[in-house]
């Protein structure tokens, strides 16, 4: 794959096979963000899991956001509804929004229901799943308080998924943050990764390679001792 002039003179700034500190590499994460518009912060982390048998996922709530406006479907009725909408919910409804999506509408990035919902959710499943966009338990997108999950993913909840490699690929704000809030973004990620590590299914050391990147730019692999560092210090 042949690379453009910008994404070249990111990788000029990089040492071949060197890793770097995780202050270091951010500030050649942002140096490399040179694009006209503002990058996401990119995060790959490659678990040591049984992949074909082992999902991690959970959620972070980022100290300082995605830098990202997250709009919001709420699938709920009765008194939900005010609740969903008091919390910033951008969509609430149930068969009416049912009905859209089925008719292609997909202009939200995230859904939530309440459990009562799920009979209408549940026939969305081939649309929403591939997308990334069903409502689950496990991710808490699925819940009685959902004034409490919408409020938080609307200020930087994010929600990860090992994919069937083994990897997670998440976001952790935007290239225009100052260094400080990425790397207190950075390290929430890193250690709610760590927090949700299965009990079985793990081959070696549970986290075996971070790497950041900008959106356009060359990834950065972080230096695995202060990673490990990281990790140890949730308890």
Not at 9 to 20: F, G, H, N, R
Request: aromatic content about 4%.
């Amino acid at each position: 794959m042949k690379h453009g002039k910008r994404y070249q003179s990111a990788v000029a700034l990089l040492e071949p096979q060197k890793t770097y500190s995780v202050d270091e590499a951010i500030e050649k994460l942002k140096a490399g963000a040179t694009s006209s518009f503002d990058e996401t912060a990119e995060l790959s982390v490659n678990l040591g899991i049984k992949a074909s048998s082992v999902i991690v996922r959970g959620t972070c709530a980022l100290p300082h956001g995605t830098g990202k406006t997250i709009r919001i479907l709420a699938f709920a009725k009765g008194a939900n509804v005010s609740e969903a909408e008091a919390a910033g919910a951008d969509y609430v409804g149930g068969d009416d929004l049912a009905e859209k999506i089925r008719d292609g509408w997909l202009d939200f990035d995230k859904v939530v229901a309440t459990p009562d919902m799920m009979s209408v959710v549940g026939k969305l499943g081939k649309i929403l799943g591939p997308r990334g966009l069903m409502p689950s338990p496990k991710s808490g997108t699925v819940t009685k308080d959902i004034g409490s999950v919408i409020a938080d993913l609307k200020k930087g909840l994010v929600e990860f998924r090992s994919d069937r490699h083994g990897i997670i690929h998440t976001i952790f704000g935007k290239a225009s943050f100052e260094a400080s809030a990425l790397k207190e973004n950075l390290i929430s990620m890193i250690r709610s990764i760590v927090e949700h590590q299965p009990e079985e299914g793990i081959k070696g050391r549970f986290i075996k390679k971070v790497t950041i990147a900008s959106t356009m730019g060359p990834g950065i692999v972080l230096d695995p001792s202060e990673v490990t560092e990281i990790a140890e210090q949730v308890n």
